[in-house]
């Protein structure tokens, strides 16, 4: 497949881009080489080999989640400017109409 001025033109519209004249030679110049490459790769041969998901054999390991109480409501509410001892108080910030 090659590209061409027009196929420049379509992707140009579709990405909303503007391309300058000037712009499209170099356009068609890199994209017709990244063509040729997958061309390049379209012919080696994979018979046999697995898909390659993760670059290494990795296993994540996860933790079990623990409930810890790191902070009391006593500590957590100490500088706030107005709690009620066990909330938070603020301003009204919604009105209902």
Known sequence: MKVNSETIDKIAHLARLEVQEDE??????????????????????????EPLVYLNDEVNVLREDEVKQEISTEIALKNAPKSDGKFFRVAKVINKA
């Open 24 to 49: 499209k030679q170099g356009l068609l110049d890199d994209m017709n080489k990244i063509l040729t490459f997958m061309d390049k790769l379209n012919e080696v041969d994979t018979q046999g080999i």
